[in-house]
């Protein structure tokens, strides 16, 4: 029954090297997302919210058994989306500092991603070291943030503008799925996070049926800021599975 752990934006597998160290789970599979961490994207591939959790869903399933699944910020929603709509496929779900709630509003950074020609522009001033120091700001050790900065390329930053291009109403489309789900769950939120709020985790936790914790001290990176912690509540959500 091995763990799926899935990043988001503009992360790597990497970022969950801290968490992963204190969880001491061996039977861990972490991917890279189409576009981010140095991995492709294949061939006719749009990098659209469906296009990524159609993706991750054959990923799991290619696993060949359940699995525990684990989510930030985009991983958090694509593992949602799947875990709601293939439940199947996992045993025990963990999300956290992403939104599908209809009443979320995009953060000012998104809406200028999801803003033609504007995010362009953003894009083209992107590089990997503003990324490096910006990580570094976020709690990042500095050779964590390095090693994630080092992916900053077009691909990525493509991939990204289209993914939140095709997100804008995500809430309305993915929302109603989210009733009915029935596989044990938590959703973790950092208090300070400036991107999704304290509040839209604890609706979604409510929709879920999920335990809601709520992280003191972190911003929107809780795995690595908190790992130690999070990690605790893993292994708790996981032992009550067994």
């Not at 970022?15 to 576009?35: H, I, K, N, T």
């Not at 950092?190 to 609706?203: F, H, L, Q, S």
């Amino acid at each position: 029954m091995p763990a799926f752990f899935v990043h988001g934006n503009p992360d790597s597998h990497h970022m969950w090297e801290p968490l992963r160290a204190a969880a001491d789970r061996e039977d861990v599979v972490a991917p890279d997302l189409p576009g981010f961490g140095g991995n492709p994207v294949p061939d006719a591939f749009d990098c659209t919210k469906e296009a990524y959790a159609d993706w991750l869903a054959a990923a799991i399933e290619a696993v060949g058994e359940p699995v525990d699944l684990v989510g930030h910020d985009w991983g958090a929603m694509l593992s949602t989306r799947v875990a709601t709509t293939r439940p199947e496929l996992i045993r025990t779900l963990a999300v956290g500092s992403g939104a599908i709630d209809p009443e979320y509003t995009w953060h000012p950074l998104a809406q200028q991603w999801q803003t033609p020609e504007v995010g362009e522009q953003l894009m083209s001033a992107w590089s990997a070291e503003l990324m490096a120091v910006f990580l570094e700001g976020e709690g990042f050790p500095a050779a964590l943030a390095a090693t994630e900065a080092s992916f900053v390329d077009d691909t990525m930053k493509d991939a990204i503008l289209r993914l939140y291009r095709s997100a804008v109403d995500v809430g309305r489309e993915w929302g109603p799925d989210l009733d009915g789900f029935d596989r044990p769950a938590v959703v973790f939120t950092g208090v300070d996070d400036p991107y999704v709020t304290a509040g839209i985790g604890e609706r979604l936790a409510q929709r879920l049926g999920a335990r809601f914790v709520a992280f003191e001290g972190s911003g929107h990176w809780w795995p690595v800021v908190r790992a130690a912690d999070a990690a605790a509540e893993l292994r708790r959500l996981w032992d009550s599975a067994d």
